[in-house]
């Protein structure tokens, strides 16, 4: 069918709605009819050659063989599909014998669509067609719609034929079919303000996916081979993928493809299911239901995998079936990585709830096939916008997904696509290629290509789409991939670079600073210990106003203060309000302030400096005194009257022997000489072995990123100590990130103008104003 074929049968198609149901429906429910009958009108013309073949075969297995059950292999047979329909009547039948009875036609519809078999039903029903047909015949307009949809003058079926006036109506082919499926779609979702990127990818899109993950393989494809896609909306993906290798004239893939795919929306479900029976497909590889929720092929490994993931989308009411508090469940998204000091452990291989799309990547992950099952291993084409390259700190689910996957080698290419290519947004998106069985020469490289600027202009928009590839950049892109080398000319629209896995990560490191602390007893700085921490604001507010009344009976305000909870948004619910009416919620603080005055007493005004000789002194006065101060209360007091001070002494935290075994533990543990110490935090004494580690600072503290090709060690000296001197490295705090910056590794430099051109170009201007200046003024 040629392209002009193709639209005007769309238009005829998208005019019925206008003819038919405009006063019946509302515009956004124009799809509820005109998809789920362009469904049935194709498979009614797909039985009707075999219709009185399969009639026959219910009268036999009926009246000759007496079964009761009747046998679906044999009039799956009788039919040619793994479709069929029992029943006597057809579309073409229902709208010629059709009379003024409504409830008559809507008998005879019914019992047609009662005669499908059960696949065909389950479409039926994801389509509520049977109380679709009641509503419009209730409306007076089911016949006018079958009369639509039988007119000679439009041709659903696979043969050509003629219209009454004997022009030819062109064959429709399965692929074709494909294509006004998703035009409708498109189309429907447009009027509607809907996402149509939701339901189907650009068809040139699909295009270079496929050839991107058939195109290394050609000839060497095993015989049978399956495709998957766990996200298939109306089936384009699996459509073209099937279609490239066997119809493409440079392919010509002579084996056997089974197709599978998973989607969740009722009605594009109905529709994939449909056209992969109108191909006698296996309609049972295609599943309904949440492929995050549920692990439907769970025992099945795929050759190729190709898909658009919904990007953007929470997946915050799927989290129960993945997630137990903490615990990820779902082994799918449970993954093995080494931390810093080589050890292997389970980490979370789950994005924020907000984006759920490198989920159906990990999806697609766990389903790849060993290259010794097939001998060329798994494919994977999966489209992502850009927070999949970069979302996700060092440690986080995000991040923990493409280190596990570019660290076992998985990660081929990358191809960032030119903007507004899809339908439902602008932005910027991504195609990753995964290959668990790299060639020698892409074993340990990632092959970044950026084609944002190849593309070439539609002459009218559809949707955000104002852009797409033409078959020649799609080839363009291809080769250079297959060619596996980077770019040599920087003005060419395609640039392509390549980098080894470990470019792209890097430790995340704390750089700690010690704490300095200047301390001095005041009033303003005891009075926060008269009151519970969690608290603080509405005791604060009731001492202001009933002074020492708090330490002996406030239950005689309790009204009054429940009222002023309201008032002033203390946000306290009732057991809370019963906690600050009693009594021992203000006794312990107060007994905390009273034991502080005490100290100052002894301690008095001057301000302290050296922190560790403060600490020594509270702890003698405790002693001495018996007050009674637990170690939680002492730092408490201290906490309350001590800040950060640069020409502070540093508080200690620790001073402790390392020698021997414990010594040679620690330098093993942090892979450096005794002499390095320092450079974690480990600072000797004048005595021998004795060493002092500081209380840090977390105001203070710094993160570093670190590329994993260079050591932690070396770039703090290199980059951070000879800025600040007193800081030392966190080993423990080490995490291992991944990234991907495409406009990092592809960024261009601009220089900027001479002089001499900015001073021409301000002269112009100056030139130009002149002008208009004495045109005003003469005018």
């Not at 503290?701 to 490295?729: C, G, K, M, N």
Request: include cysteine.
């Amino acid at each position: 069918m040629t392209q002009t074929s193709h639209n005007k049968l769309v238009s005829f198609i998208w005019s019925i709605a206008d003819d038919c149901l405009r006063d019946v429906y509302v515009r956004g429910k124009y799809r509820d009819i005109i998809l789920p009958f362009v469904v049935l009108r194709r498979i009614d013309s797909l039985l009707k050659p075999t219709k009185e073949a399969v009639l026959e075969e219910v009268r036999f297995q009926k009246e000759d063989l007496g079964q009761v059950e009747l046998d679906p292999k044999g009039l799956q047979d009788a039919a040619g599909y793994v479709f069929y329909n029992t029943s006597t009547w057809t579309m073409e039948k229902l709208k010629g014998t059709a009379t003024n009875s409504q409830q008559k036609l809507v008998a005879n519809f019914e019992e047609y669509l009662n005669g499908f078999s059960r696949n065909v039903k389950e479409i039926v029903e994801k389509f509520n067609l049977s109380a679709q047909v009641r509503h419009m015949a209730s409306k007076d307009v089911l016949l006018d719609v079958l009369e639509k949809f039988t007119s000679p003058y439009i041709n659903l079926t696979p043969v050509e034929t003629n219209d009454p006036e004997g022009r030819p109506l062109p064959a429709l082919s399965n692929l074709g079919m494909g294509y006004v499926f998703e035009e409708l779609i498109r189309k429907f979702n447009e009027e509607n303000n809907e996402e149509a990127g939701e339901h189907f990818t650009p068809r040139e899109v699909i295009q270079l996916m496929t050839h991107l993950v058939f195109e290394p393989l050609k000839g060497n494809l095993p015989k049978i081979i399956t495709i998957y896609d766990p996200a298939c909306g109306s089936g384009g993906m699996l459509t073209e993928s099937e279609n490239y290798l066997i119809e493409d004239e440079n392919f010509q893939y002579k084996g056997d493809v089974y197709l599978y795919g998973k989607e969740i929306n009722d009605e594009t479900y109905a529709i994939c299911k449909s056209d992969m029976m109108i191909k006698g497909k296996d309609p049972e590889n295609i599943r309904v239901g949440s492929t995050l929720s549920t692990n439907e092929f769970s025992d099945t490994r795929f050759d190729f995998m190709l898909s658009n993931p919904p990007y953007g989308k929470s997946w915050s009411s799927e989290q129960k079936y993945i997630r137990d508090g903490r615990d990820v469940i779902d082994s799918r998204f449970q993954i093995k990585l080494k931390d810093y000091w080589g050890n292997w452990e389970t980490v979370d291989a789950t994005p924020r709830s907000s984006d759920g799309q490198l989920l159906f990547l990990m999806e697609m992950v766990d389903k790849m096939k060993a290259p010794t099952a097939n001998k060329i291993g798994s494919r994977i084409a999966s489209v992502h916008n850009g927070s999949s390259l970069f979302t996700g700190d060092a440690g986080s689910g995000e991040s923990n997904i493409r280190r596990y996957i570019i660290e076992n080698d998985l990660l081929d290419a990358i191809v960032q696509l030119p903007n507004n290519l899809f339908y439902n947004t602008g932005i910027t998106t991504y195609i990753w290629l995964l290959n668990n069985n790299k060639p020698a020469e892409r074993k340990g490289f990632v092959q970044l290509l950026d084609a944002n600027k190849l593309y070439r202009k539609l002459r009218k928009n559809l949707g955000n789409k104002n852009s797409e590839f033409a078959p020649e950049q799609i080839t363009e892109i291809v080769n250079a991939y297959l060619e596996n080398k980077e770019s040599s000319e920087p003005d060419s629209l395609l640039q392509v670079k390549r980098f080894k896995n470990a470019d792209f990560g890097y430790y995340k490191v704390n750089i700690e600073r010690p704490k300095r602390l200047r301390s001095q007893f005041t009033n303003n700085a005891l009075e926060s210990l008269r009151f519970d921490k969690g608290m603080q604001v509405p005791m604060r507010a009731l001492f202001e106003t009933y002074g020492d009344l708090v330490y002996t009976d406030l239950s005689t305000h309790a009204e009054e203060i429940q009222k002023r909870n309201e008032a002033e948004d203390w946000g306290l619910n009732k057991k809370q309000v019963a906690k600050l009416l009693d009594l021992n919620t203000w006794e312990k603080p107060k007994a905390l302030y009273d034991a502080a005055l005490q100290l100052w007493t002894s301690i008095g005004d001057e301000v302290m400096t050296d922190f560790n000789a403060l600490t020594e002194k509270v702890d003698d006065l405790v002693k001495k005194d018996k007050l009674g101060l637990s170690a939680a209360e002492k730092k408490a007091i201290l906490n309350s009257i001590s800040e950060y001070d640069s020409e502070a002494e540093k508080v200690i935290k620790k001073i402790e022997k390392l020698s021997g075994d414990k010594l040679g533990k620690l330098l093993n543990r942090l892979g450096c000489q005794e002499e390095e110490l320092e450079l974690f935090g480990y600072y000797p004494t004048a005595n021998p072995n004795e060493y002092i580690t500081y209380e840090t600072d977390s105001d203070l503290r710094d993160t570093e990123q670190i590329p994993l090709d260079d050591t932690i060690s070396d770039y703090f000296i290199r980059e951070v100590q000879p800025h600040v001197p007193e800081a030392w490295i966190n080993l423990d705090s080490v995490k291992i990130g991944y990234e991907i910056s495409f406009n990092k590794y592809f960024y261009q430099h601009t220089p900027l103008r001479s002089l001499a051109e900015v001073k021409e170009d301000l002269l112009a201007l100056e030139r130009k104003a002149d002008g208009l200046l004495n045109d005003i003024l003469n005018f």
